[in-house]
């Protein structure tokens, strides 16, 4: 069980485009869904938090007009990378949970290059 | 700040060895301590979870160790093999997880 999917699973682009990562929890209702960043040899890095119906958290430093969050139902968000360009070019982490202290369930992540 | 470190950063060692990754961190007054192995190019798996009133979890090779006194948790790997090859993260649970940059460990057969 808690199994969380990602789509796609990588996506080229070109900079200036906008780019919109789904997050899919696929056996279980998450009430709360987290976005995180992983650049190379890096560790996962919290962007922001959301819960389904309301306007999601952003940690500090990440810019909430050009990561667009949208936690519209119980398993499904969404990421839009809005204008990319080649810095954000990443590997993007989602996770879900039931509520918001209970046990993160991971998706298989997206690679995003903006060339 | 609260911040997590790993030591290795880097581990290589022959098949059937023991050994020991090791977590840090900064704030004691966690709940839990995770960690979790990660694939080249790949999400994450839970490997083993320790809730902050446990001091150990273990599962099949894998035990897991946390002391919040020191601010410490280690991951002991019994007999590696080369599957066991991979990233592995340890975070810290508190009002959000915080991720260690991960030793990256590879298994040579």
């Known amino acids: 069980g808690a199994v969380v999917s990602q789509h796609p699973s990588w996506v080229i682009c070109k900079s200036g485009t906008s780019v919109k990562i789904e997050c899919r929890s696929l056996d279980f209702q998450a009430t709360t869904m987290f976005w995180y960043r992983q650049f190379p040899k890096q560790s996962l890095m919290l962007m922001a938090t959301?819960?389904?119906?309301?306007?999601?958290?952003?940690e500090q430093g990440v810019e909430k007009d050009k990561f667009l969050i949208n936690h519209a139902s119980l398993t499904l968000s969404t990421l839009t990378v809005t204008s990319a360009h080649p810095e954000d070019s990443s590997f993007y982490i989602c996770?879900?949970?039931?509520?918001?202290?209970?046990?993160?369930?991971f998706g298989p992540g997206t690679r995003l290059t903006v060339l | 700040k609260q911040e997590v470190t790993q030591i290795p950063a880097a581990l290589s060692v022959p098949e059937g060895e023991n050994l020991v990754l090791n977590c840090s961190f900064t704030?004691?007054?966690?709940?839990?301590l995770q960690w979790f192995r990660q694939d080249p190019g790949k999400g994450l798996t839970s490997l083993l979870l320790i809730q902050s009133s446990q001091r150990e979890q273990t599962s099949g090779r894998l035990n897991a160790s946390l002391d919040k006194s020191s601010g410490r948790s280690t991951l002991y790997i019994a007999a590696s093999q080369p599957g066991d090859s991979a990233t592995y993260l340890c975070?810290?649970?508190?009002?959000?997880?915080?991720f260690g940059a991960g030793t990256i460990l590879r298994v040579k057969s």
């Open positions: 959301s819960n389904e119906g309301s306007k999601a958290t952003y």
């Open positions: 996770s879900a949970a039931a509520g918001g202290t209970d046990t993160q369930y």
């Open positions: 704030d004691s007054a966690i709940y839990n």
């Open positions: 975070a810290r649970e508190g009002n959000k997880l915080v």
